[in-house]
């Protein structure tokens, strides 16, 4: 897969900017505050219509517009897409299309183009907490199966249902519930609890498909080979069911008016050597972990009908060191790849093209 020109419009700083890209290495240069990290956003919300910096739509509008554009050309196999996406600043709905057509499904889009970014706050992924890790696997499933979108949409759905009827019935405990109000809560634990439950087989099975990858790509990039890495998810509802959980949680849940047991609550378990990564790994160690887990992704990806995905590195080699960053390049595919950096190219780095922010010409008022 090929990104053969992408063009934005009132996205994030930029009013007009233009790229045209070449396979292999693309370094896109600038100081901090330039806009080359937006450029990387913009070619990753083209691919997933959703920002890798989990921007709300209205904030990637340049200030002072109402709209922003982003356009692009992929070459997949023998094909062309035109990609094409307007985002409003007003929250209102914003439109896609692909060939000229309406998109219907953004799972749709995902299924023909793959992106995948490393970025500096993946770090997040090991130190931070719970919820990190929950966005890094479920960001991963979406990526290696599309349509699982729909599943992950559903539990969300049946979460925020269950935790409107509990803020409408709760505040005193189970004991004041009348027959209706208990009769609605039976339901909504049925259907959050086989929503949750499909999403966390989900999540165990994308766990059982990286780990792997991941303890080997750990191996090679921190030069250890006898490194010790493992992923696991076992959230505590598991053996019992979702279902049961929930109704030993009922009580607390009425009181507090939101859902206290559930796959939005849980966290993986990341080891080095046997020790918690989050809180017994050096800084350089977890870096090189968050690393590893996203190489892992990108292996399983390349793996699967859409193939190998469009790297976008934002600035990810600054706090390697030298070998650790020699590793890196020695490590990242052949393919498309697009870094952002504020400082120099890093060494051994062979770039197809350096493209400097404040140089880049502005988008055309037309293009076939």
């Known amino acids: 897969m090929l990104l053969r020109w992408l063009e934005v419009r009132d996205f994030r700083p930029h009013e007009s900017v233009a790229l045209e890209l070449s396979e292999g290495l693309t370094v896109i240069r600038g100081s901090n505050g330039s806009g080359k990290t937006s450029l990387l956003e913009a070619v990753g919300y083209l691919a997933t219509l959703a920002s890798f910096r989990r921007a709300a739509a209205g904030d990637l509008v340049r200030a002072g517009t109402s709209s922003a554009v982003v356009r692009g050309e992929f070459s997949v196999g023998d094909r062309r897409l035109l990609v094409e996406t307007e985002i409003r600043a007003d929250g209102g709905r914003n439109r896609t299309q692909v060939n000229r057509q309406p998109l219907r499904r953004a799972a749709e889009l995902q299924e023909q183009v793959a992106v995948l970014s490393f970025q500096p706050d993946d770090l997040l992924v090991v130190k931070g907490p719970p919820g990190e890790r929950r966005d890094a696997i479920d960001g991963a499933i979406l990526s290696l199966r599309p349509r699982t979108a729909d599943s992950r949409q559903r539990l969300a759905a049946c979460l925020r249902q269950r935790n409107a009827l ?3 019935v709760g505040g005193r405990g189970e ?8 009769r609605s809560l039976d339901i909504w634990d049925d259907r959050l609890a086989d929503a ?10 994308a766990v059982a ?10 191996r090679r990039l921190a030069g250890d080979g006898d490194a010790r890495v493992t992923m696991s998810y076992d959230p505590p509802w598991l053996n019992s069911g979702l279902k049961a959980a929930l109704a030993a949680a009922r009580g607390e849940d009425l009181r507090r008016g939101v859902t206290t047991v559930g796959p939005h609550r849980d966290d993986l378990d990341w080891r080095l050597g046997g020790l918690p990564a989050r809180s017994h790994a050096s800084q350089g160690n977890q870096r090189c972990l968050s690393l590893a887990f996203r190489l892992a992704v990108h292996d399983s990806m390349t793996a699967s009908p859409a193939g190998a995905p469009l790297l976008l590195l934002d600035d990810v080699f600054s706090e390697l060191d030298p070998a650790r960053q020699e590793r890196l390049l020695g490590m990242l595919p052949a393919g498309q790849i697009l870094l952002a950096t504020a400082g120099d190219t890093p060494l051994g780095a062979r770039p197809e093209q350096v493209l400097e922010v404040t140089d880049l010409p502005r988008a055309p008022t037309a293009r076939p």
């Open 209 to 218: 498909e990286l780990q792997p990858g991941m303890e080997r790509c750990f």
């Open 166 to 168: 509990l803020r409408q």
């Open 175 to 182: 004991t004041g519930l009348d027959g209706e109000g208990r």
């Open 196 to 205: 949750a439950e499909t999403w966390a087989a989900e999540r165990r099975g």
